[in-house]
Nanobody
Framework: QVQLVESGGGLVQPGGFLRLSCVAS????????MSWYRQAPGKERELVAQ????????NYADSVQGRFTISRDNAKNTVYLQMNSLKPDDTAVYYC???????????WGQGTQVTVSS
């Protein structure tokens, strides 16, 4: 059974920081492209950050470039999202995604709420 479990969300003031974690089980973690998405109320889910294991590259949405950092620890089956200089527009439910581009297996976590407000 595949599980992706996010944690680390919460309420933070503008300019603050949070670190999200996503622990995966039931998959060969190192094979998977790991991504963070977010969905704000009334908006579509959007890609925030992505780590591609095949070449150890990362991609970021323009809106978070320079503020967010995605990283992974294959020994712990965990992907992280360090979020700095948070803005109210970052308020959303953040979802962890694991995708194997060969088998096309695609898994999602349950999401963790991030609220940026004074």
């Amino acid at each position: 059974q595949v599980q992706l479990v996010e944690s680390g969300g919460g309420l933070v003031q503008p300019g603050g920081f949070l670190r999200l974690s996503c622990v995966a089980s039931g998959i060969t973690f190192s094979r998977y492209r790991m991504s963070w998405y977010r969905q704000a109320p009334g908006k579509e889910r959007e890609l925030v950050a992505q780590h591609i294991s095949s070449d150890d590259s990362t991609n970021y949405a323009d809106s978070v470039q320079g503020r967010f950092t995605i990283s992974r620890d294959n020994a712990k089956n965990t992907v992280y999202l360090q979020m700095n200089s948070l803005k109210p527009d970052d308020t959303a439910v953040y979802y962890c995604n694991a995708k194997d581009t060969i088998s096309r297996n695609d898994f999602w976590g349950q999401g963790t709420q991030v609220t940026v407000s004074s």
